[in-house]
């Protein structure tokens, strides 16, 4: 059962609408099935922002960030527009392994990039899981 509210009432959603706005970013559509979450595409990214109550502000979810209860819409379009980088704005070099596992060309030159965290989790996940099993082998 969903603790959610059923609805975003219209004076939260326009005060979201006109701070991204001001910041230059275009509030969504309703994510598929569900009634209080917006996608946010911007800068290449895609963000999901979600209500969760009046006394509690929004949730923003996207690349590297997931954060909970007490975001207000200021921050959120600090986030948002902050992560959205420059395509010809060089990034921050990426080091030749990343906890022993070689970096993919496409991450090296944009080591700050969404891309190249999310391929950081993954690597980082499946390193996790290679130790444990191979842990679990060992003890069994």
Not at 63 to 70: A, K, Q, R, T
Request: charged share 20%; hydrophobic share 45%; net charge negative.
């Amino acid at each position: 059962m969903s603790i959610l509210p059923r609805h975003t009432p219209q004076a939260h959603l326009n005060a979201l609408a006109e701070e991204l706005e001001a910041a230059g970013i275009t509030l969504g559509p309703v994510k598929p099935g569900t009634r209080v979450t917006r996608i946010v595409d911007h800068g290449g990214i895609r963000w999901t922002v979600t209500f969760l109550g009046s006394g509690y502000g929004w949730a923003l979810r996207g690349p590297g960030i997931e954060h909970g209860v007490g975001m207000d819409v200021a921050e959120i379009a600090e986030h948002i527009a902050a992560a959205a980088m420059d395509a010809d704005e060089p990034g921050i070099p990426a080091p030749a392994t990343w906890r022993g596992v070689p970096v993919p060309q496409e991450y090296a030159t944009r080591w700050d990039s969404p891309e190249a965290v999310a391929w950081r989790n993954g690597a980082g996940a499946a390193l996790t899981v290679a130790n444990l099993t191979a842990v679990a082998q060992r003890d069994s």
